[in-house]
């Protein structure tokens, strides 16, 4: 005895291709879920400097926050950096936005689609995360086995500070590649030990940002949002800080008074901040819950 194969109808072959890609296309999209918490923490001794709720954001390597030298800075960053407010960072960053391209600074369409970034504000109920405390948020639907999160950006003010940051320029500096792919309760953690002076506003103890937390320290000041950057600094573009508040005008060697001694930031023994990123939660991505201080 012997099976005879049955012919394979014409209209068969078109339909389990369809079938095929189908089945395949369902895998491709099923990817891993997973909720990563951040944590920042200021490592500033008592009486030491302050930061701004902090900027926090995945991507796929193509979000560019800075480069030193490069004079532009697009207005979300400028806002962050002069007055401690990531309320345009945050969705520029969801939309795609990369501030460096080319060589170039500015604010340009990045590589990444919008809305496939995460993103959240670390410390944002809060008016300033003080010296020997720390804040967190948790960003979820995280893609656990895709380039698209791979990596971190973070910013923040220092304060007190005309246009002072702290932030990890390197586009892939961060990279979550392990946390990721890891078990549950994994972490990647940075210290922080560059300042950044964006150079988009004069070095002016009256006109700085966070004045207030330091009294009979430093001058009262009108902190406000500027357009026109000093004529001396307007083409240098972000340069690191050697030298704590070195030029401020309106209270020459405040920095380095009795009373404000914490503030030679250069000098801190551990850090300026840690920032910490943590897997603590890996679904099937079936749940529709979304976490509020994520995006």
């Not at 078990?183 to 150079?199: A, L, M, Q």
Request: proline share 5%; aromatic share 8%; with cysteine.
């Amino acid at each position: 005895f012997f099976f005879q194969r049955r012919p394979r109808r014409a209209h068969e072959g078109p339909m389990l291709v369809a079938v095929a890609v189908a089945v395949a296309a369902v895998g491709a999209a099923a990817h891993r879920l997973g909720v990563v918490k951040v944590t920042v923490k200021n490592e500033a001794p008592r009486g030491g400097t302050h930061l701004s709720p902090v900027f926090a954001g995945l991507h796929d390597g193509s979000f560019d926050m800075f480069d030193e030298g490069l004079a532009t800075v697009p207005m979300p960053l400028e806002k962050l950096a002069e007055v401690g407010d990531a309320d345009e960072l945050q969705p520029s960053f969801m939309a795609g936005d990369t501030y460096v391209s080319g060589g170039a600074a500015g604010r340009f369409a990045g590589a990444q689609a919008g809305g496939a970034r995460r993103a959240a504000v670390v410390g944002a109920s809060v008016a300033s995360i003080p010296p020997r405390h720390e804040a967190s948020a948790t960003i979820a639907n995280v893609l656990l086995d895709s380039h698209a999160h791979r990596y971190a950006s973070f910013a923040a003010q220092l304060l007190p500070s005309s246009d002072y940051v702290v932030a990890n320029v390197d586009a892939k500096d961060i990279d979550l590649k392990a946390l990721l792919r890891g078990p549950r309760g994994g972490k990647v953690t940075r210290k922080v030990n560059v300042v950044w002076d964006v150079n988009t506003e004069l070095d002016d103890f009256t006109a700085s940002n966070g004045n207030a937390l330091f009294p009979g320290v430093l001058p009262a000041s009108t902190a406000v949002l500027s357009t026109t950057p000093s004529a001396a600094f307007a083409n240098a573009g972000p340069q690191r800080v050697r030298l704590p508040y070195a030029g401020y005008i309106n209270g020459e060697g405040v920095a380095f008074a009795d009373g404000a001694g914490a503030l030679q930031f250069n000098c801190y023994k551990h850090a300026i901040a840690t920032v910490t990123f943590e897997l603590i939660d890996i679904d099937d991505g079936d749940d529709d819950d979304d976490d509020s201080s994520s995006s």
